[in-house]
């Protein structure tokens, strides 16, 4: 199983057309990709959008691609009110999952409610937990998991209040190391890439790769660098070996989840 994880430069001006831009820079992933393959797409990757439209944007991305595209998020009308919420299609366009942000972040709180539903699902035969940038940091959400993910995918657009973006990708970089060891689960980031925008915070480019099993530390998590575009290979029968060690020394939290 194939993981594609982005981090380009996206804009938040009206009418802009980010999908776009992120379908032709995916494009020559194309013939290497498959049905149970997963691109990775950032939080609000769709700007001043309908849910149709964006529903659209992504099953046409997904067919493109022919592979499972989890597309980011985007903040959808619901009378009065706004969620900040995403789907994931299959290599159909089929949507096979819905997901919103539990817990929006700082002034997002005055633009969009708090969402009631947390992502799963099954592709192939890998369990995908999926958490909406700030989400990732409540550790009490993995316990509400149905069962254990073998991969736990992120679409972010971080944002930073320091000077430079190497602080907040430095608490990303080891928050993810320490879910993907203390859970026995691979870990996928797509972000923005950092980019300063007058009036606004900057985005932090925080998309990366965390992986429990590798034997050498600069491994265990690869960070994309901006306008960054990887692939990365999921071994599920390595994953399940690196548990059962855990597992044996007595690693493994017992929680609602099972491992």
Same mark, same amino acid.
């Given at each position: 199983?194939?993981?594609?994880?982005?981090?380009?430069?996206?804009?938040?001006?009206?009418?802009?057309?980010?999908?776009?831009?992120?379908?032709?820079?995916? #494009?020559?992933?194309?013939?290497?990709?498959?049905?149970?393959?997963?691109?990775?797409?950032?939080?609000?990757?769709?700007?001043?959008?309908? #849910?149709?439209?964006?529903?659209?944007?992504? #099953?046409?991305?997904?067919?493109?691609?022919?592979?499972?595209?989890?597309?980011?998020?985007?903040?959808?009308?619901?009378?009065?009110?706004?969620?900040?919420?995403?789907?994931?299609?299959?290599?159909?366009?089929?949507?096979?999952?819905?997901?919103?942000?539990?817990?929006?972040?700082?002034?997002?709180?005055?633009?969009?409610?708090?969402?009631?539903?947390?992502?799963?699902?099954?592709?192939?035969?890998?369990?995908?937990?999926?958490?909406?940038?700030?989400?990732?940091?409540?550790?009490?959400?993995?316990?509400?998991?149905?069962?254990?993910?073998?991969?736990?995918?992120?679409?972010?657009?971080?944002?930073?209040?320091?000077?430079?973006?190497?602080?907040?990708?430095?608490?990303?970089?080891?928050?993810?190391?320490?879910?993907?060891?203390?859970?026995?689960?691979?870990?996928?980031?797509?972000?923005?890439?950092?980019?300063?925008?007058?009036?606004?915070?900057?985005?932090?480019?925080?998309?990366?790769? #965390?992986?429990?099993?590798?034997?050498?530390?600069?491994?265990?998590?690869?960070?994309?660098?901006?306008?960054?575009?990887?692939?990365?290979?999921?071994?599920?029968?390595?994953?399940?070996?690196?548990?059962?060690?855990?597992?044996?020394?007595?690693?493994?939290?017992?929680?609602?989840?099972?491992?």
């Amino acid at each position: 199983m194939k993981l594609v994880l982005v981090q380009p430069r996206l804009s938040y001006a009206p009418g802009t057309q980010n999908l776009d831009l992120l379908a032709l820079q995916l #494009a020559p992933l194309a013939p290497q990709l498959g049905p149970h393959d997963v691109v990775l797409l950032p939080e609000h990757v769709v700007i001043e959008a309908t #849910a149709d439209a964006y529903r659209t944007g992504i #099953a046409a991305l997904a067919r493109e691609l022919g592979c499972h595209v989890v597309g980011g998020s985007h903040h959808e009308p619901r009378g009065r009110e706004r969620v900040n919420s995403g789907v994931v299609c299959d290599a159909s366009g089929d949507i096979v999952a819905e997901y919103e942000k539990l817990r929006p972040y700082a002034g997002e709180r005055q633009r969009v409610r708090e969402g009631q539903l947390l992502g799963e699902l099954t592709i192939g035969r890998c369990r995908v937990l999926l958490l909406i940038c700030a989400d990732f940091w409540f550790s009490d959400v993995f316990v509400r998991a149905a069962t254990l993910p073998d991969l736990v995918l992120v679409p972010a657009h971080s944002v930073s209040r320091k000077p430079s973006p190497g602080y907040s990708r430095a608490l990303w970089q080891h928050l993810a190391v320490a879910r993907a060891y203390e859970f026995g689960v691979y870990v996928g980031i797509s972000d923005w890439a950092y980019a300063v925008t007058p009036g606004t915070l900057p985005p932090s480019g925080v998309a990366g790769f #965390a992986d429990p099993t590798p034997s050498s530390e600069s491994e265990l998590f690869v960070p994309l660098g901006d306008g960054g575009v990887r692939s990365f290979d999921l071994d599920l029968d390595l994953l399940a070996a690196f548990r059962a060690d855990r597992r044996a020394r007595g690693f493994f939290w017992k929680s609602a989840v099972t491992p």
